[in-house]
Nanobody
Framework: QVQLVESGGGLVQPGGSLRLSCTTS????????MGWYRQAPGNQRELVSA????????YYADSVKGRFTISRDNAKKMVYLQMNSLKPEDTAVYYC???????????WGQGTQVTVSS
């Protein structure tokens, strides 16, 4: 069975930091591109950051560029999102996504809540 499980969300003050983790199982992790999406109430789900299977290419939404860093550990089959200088606008449920570049097949985690508030 395929499973993606996010962790590390919580309540943080503006300017603070959080590190999200995504643990994967049931997929050949090394050949999958990985991404972090987020969805706030009333908003569409948006791509926040993504990383290629070899970690040689990364993507960041303009809204988080310079503040967030995505990374992956192929040995541990995990992907991370380091979030610094957090803003209230970052408040959302954050989802881990795995994409097979060859087939286009996607897998999703259940999400973890991030709330940025003073």
């Amino acid at each position: 069975q395929v499973q993606l499980v996010e962790s590390g969300g919580g309540l943080v003050q503006p300017g603070g930091s959080l590190r999200l983790s995504c643990t994967t199982s049931g997929i050949p992790f090394n050949i999958y591109a990985m991404g972090w999406y987020r969805q706030a109430p009333g908003n569409q789900r948006e791509l926040v950051s993504a990383i290629g299977r070899g970690a040689s290419s990364t993507y960041y939404a303009d809204s988080v560029k310079g503040r967030f860093t995505i990374s992956r550990d192929n040995a541990k089959k995990m992907v991370y999102l380091q979030m610094n200088s957090l803003k209230p606008e970052d408040t959302a449920v954050y989802y881990c996504n795995a994409l097979n570049p060859g087939s286009g097949r996607n897998y999703w985690g259940q999400g973890t809540q991030v709330t940025v508030s003073s």
